[in-house]
């Protein structure tokens, strides 16, 4: 009996760990939970998926059925098994130029073929863990191939929107666009240019029937009404032609020149890699940005190479087209709401019932929808957004390059000749220094532009040799990288100038970075020295461009019974004549490194005026920089500054319309999208709210602070839910009321006038948001049903490239 006793006690054990005290046991059989969010995602994503899925096959020139496998197993299989949660995959435009060369080569069997080698090289690559690595492709050669394919696509479909048969390469689709325009097909024209009109003004349609309207997706509702405006006037069209599933082609042994094949392999790998690991990047900055908890987790880049090689074994096999992530469904599925993989399956499951249940509907579809469709695709990949921050970046060169190559070589070959010029115009940059003398008033300038390698050392010496000995020297680098070779002949050189009685100055942007040896070219004190071990000794810090001061130096002493200096309510004690220096100081840094690169912005700022997309109301305090907070620039932000950050409702008779007239002329003049009040820690408006007695407002000061007192009212009131951070309660009375005035300053927004109209018109959005300056941590106000919460802003990796169709998010 006794030895049956641990055996009931390990059963015990076992059962506790199953179900842990105070769970009840699970009840019946087991069901999978689906969030209602990513049904009704799925669903969007299917209505978007279906029409395109078609149109790329018959792009491509490959069995219709083949789009239908691949949107299927893209949805089924990479949804399952890839690392990105909400990207959704299947056949892709950016595909298209490559697989229907390979079906005019090789055939559709052997390029399905060419499929499965194409998902096994991908299973290698996510062994190998180097998905990071192909993200170090230059945004330029990524959008000039995306644009030479959408070149490619939009000009062969010209010939099926005419109601011909495009040809085999661009030139041979322009050489045959005269003869096809003289002989085109009304019929085929006319379904076309109603499903082009769709296209473009549907998600245009104005007011609230329109927002609701807008829900459907444009391609869906382009190619439904077509199709049945064309069944409605017996309009006699090509249509959609699905054969028999028992007769599908499926993938056959490889055949043709093996050379051929491994580059046909490499080239499908290459795109199908790209596309898929830029847009989950993407897709993980569209999630991010989303309001609320965040509970997708970021994308595991070697796993989402995994699912998508995974991905096109599948398809390949079962005939179907090469697999990519897709931006258009993937972002729709991000906006639509999803919240898991569940979403991307579902469409997945939602495309195989259509394709088994829904032929004799998808049969009446006609091909020049389709194909005009696919060139609407195909145009939308030129992006001028993305050929604006090539030309901004000085790429523009690699950009043409690459999309003249894809358009007239080949994707793969178009590749190669942007990456050759990529690398000429990197080294050409590299060996491209401009270095000037000029002597004013005794003082000799030596000005280097550009990075200071070996190749320009001549140069520097021959410069530097114009000096005369003990003049005034002022050298200013004006460069990213300086090689060991110029860093011993600029050293050696102010070395010996400085023996034979000169001065030395090193300025500009590589004055204050590491080099080999930088205290000796800057002045700063070896590491292990103290600070200010050296005259003039300067320990400035990366920061110090907005920093509220220029160097570290040894100030006048406190007086006696003074709080050291950078305790609370304590000021750093300076003649007010080194103040003064210390603003000159700041404004000629400025003019010397910051002005030169911000000129050009900021005259074509002043040539369009400002175009702010943000209104952004935050508190005086100087610890506070908007700018550095937002990632902003020139023209980005509005900016309203006042003690507390305070909005006064309408009707006050404060004596001060600041607030409001600049509101109005936010929301009436400049038409910003968004409003942002931010409220901070330690706030020292908070704080003499707290402290003061509800007295007459006597002063100024106490006078505008009134605008605060009913957040004050607020947070000792019981029927307002209480506004906490996200992980833990408020630490002082402070945080909690500085918190409560956030939210309150929000509703005396919502009393004006003009906010309100835009409110309800949806064209603008207000936020909270509230900075902890000892983190340097931002949260955003988030609405539950029992609290307001202040969400943590996470810190997220910014995408190496943008995908086409993806916009930027309010702050």
Not at 136 to 143: C, E, G, L, R, Y
Not at 157 to 164: D, N, P, S, Y
Not at 364 to 376: N, Q, T
Not at 423 to 443: C, S
């Amino acid at each position: 009996m006794s030895a049956c006793v641990p055996a009931r006690a390990a059963d015990l054990n076992r059962t506790e760990r199953a179900h842990p005290p105070h769970s009840p046991p699970p009840t019946g059989p087991w069901r999978p939970r689906i969030a209602g969010a990513d049904v009704s995602a799925s669903v969007a994503v299917f209505l978007i998926a279906l029409p395109l899925s078609l149109g790329i096959a018959l792009a491509t020139g490959a069995p219709l059925q083949a789009g239908l496998v691949a949107a299927a197993v893209g949805g089924l299989v990479a949804g399952m098994l890839g690392g990105s949660p909400l990207q959704v995959s299947g056949p892709a435009a950016g595909l298209t130029v490559v697989t229907a060369d390979l079906i005019q080569r090789y055939g559709w069997r052997t390029t399905c073929a060419i499929t499965v080698l194409a998902g096994l090289a991908q299973l290698g690559l996510g062994c190998l863990r180097v998905a990071r690595g192909a993200l170090a492709v230059s945004p330029a050669i990524v959008h000039g191939m995306l644009a030479g394919i959408g070149v490619t696509i939009a000009v062969a479909q010209v010939h099926i929107v005419l109601g011909g048969t495009p040809q085999s390469s661009v030139p041979d689709n322009l050489r045959a666009l005269p003869a096809q325009l003289a002989d085109f097909d009304p019929a085929a024209v006319s379904a076309s240019l109603l499903t082009l009109v769709l296209l473009m003004f549907w998600p245009r349609l104005p007011g609230r029937v329109g927002r609701f309207l807008r829900k459907v997706p444009a391609a869906l509702v382009a190619v439904t009404g077509a199709t049945a405006v064309a069944s409605a006037a017996g309009l006699a069209l090509a249509q959609v032609d699905l054969p028999s599933w028992r007769s599908h082609a499926l993938a056959g042994l490889p055949e043709g020149p093996v050379l051929g094949l491994v580059a046909a392999v490499l080239t499908t790998t290459l795109v199908c890699s790209v596309q898929s690991l830029l847009g989950a990047v993407a897709v993980d900055k569209l999630a991010s940005a989303r309001p609320g908890p965040q509970h997708v987790t970021r994308s595991d880049l070697d796993r989402e190479l995994l699912g998508q090689g995974a991905a096109n074994i599948v398809s390949g096999s079962l005939g179907g087209l090469p697999v990519a992530g897709v931006a258009v469904r993937s972002s729709a599925n991000v906006r639509a709401g999803a919240v898991s993989r569940n979403s991307t399956m579902l469409h997945g499951v939602l495309v195989v019932i259509a394709a088994l249940l829904m032929v004799p509907l998808l049969e009446l579809i006609p091909l020049a929808s389709l194909a005009a469709l696919v060139m609407a695709v195909g145009i939308q990949m030129v992006s001028l957004h993305h050929i604006r921050t090539v030309t901004r970046h000085r790429e523009v060169l690699v950009y043409a390059v690459t999309t003249l190559g894809v358009v007239s070589l080949g994707v793969l070959e178009g590749v190669v000749l942007g990456i050759a010029v990529a690398v000429a115009v990197a080294l050409h940059r590299l060996t491209r220094t401009r270095i000037t003398h000029t002597e004013k008033v005794g003082t000799h300038r030596i000005h280097v532009r550009g990075q200071l390698t070996f190749l320009a050392v001549p140069r520097l010496s021959r410069a530097l040799h114009l000096v005369p000995p003990g003049a005034d020297t002022v050298v200013t680098l004006d460069g990213s990288f300086m090689d060991h070779a110029a860093y011993e002949a600029l050293h050696d050189w102010q070395s010996t100038h400085r023996a034979r009685g000169g001065t030395v100055e090193i300025t500009g942007r590589r004055a204050g970075l590491r080099l080999a040896e930088p205290g000796h070219l800057t002045g700063q004190p070896p590491a292990d020295e103290e600070s200010g071990a050296q005259a003039g000794g300067c320990r400035c810090k990366p920061w110090t461009a907005w920093r509220n001061h220029q160097c570290e130096r040894p100030s006048a002493p406190p007086p006696t019974g003074a709080p050291p200096p950078g305790e609370a309510g304590t000021a750093r004690v300076e003649p007010p004549r080194e103040i003064g220096r210390e603003l000159v100081r700041g404004i000629s840094a400025f003019q010397r490194d910051t002005a030169p690169l911000v000129r050009e912005e900021l005259a074509r700022l002043a040539r369009d005026g400002q175009r702010p997309s943000q209104l952004f109301l935050t508190c005086a305090d100087s610890r506070l920089v908007t700018s550095m907070i937002t990632s902003s620039g020139p023209g980005d932000l509005f900016v309203v500054r006042n003690v507390g950050n305070l909005v006064p409702p309408p009707g006050e008779e404060s004596g001060d319309d600041s607030v409001a007239a600049a509101l109005e002329y936010a929301v009436e003049v400049l038409a910003v999208r968004s409003i942002t009040v931010c409220g901070h820690s330690g706030c020292g408006a908070m704080q003499a709210l707290l402290d003061a007695p509800p007295a007459d407002a006597c002063t100024p000061l106490s006078r505008w602070l009134r605008h605060g007192r009913p957040a004050l009212t607020r947070l000792e009131g019981t029927d307002a839910p209480a506004e906490r951070l996200a992980g833990g309660p408020p630490r002082d009375a402070v945080e909690r009321l500085c918190l409560s005035n956030v939210v309150q300053q929000l509703d005396h927004l919502r009393a004006h006038t003009s906010v309100a109209r835009a409110v309800r018109e949806g064209r603008l959005d207000l936020h909270g948001m509230y900075f902890d300056v000892a983190d340097a941590q931002a949260y955003l106000l988030t609405e539950r049903e029992e609290t307001r919460t202040f969400d943590r802003v996470r810190a997220e990796e910014l995408p190496t490239a943008d995908v086409p169709g993806e916009g930027s998010v309010p702050v």
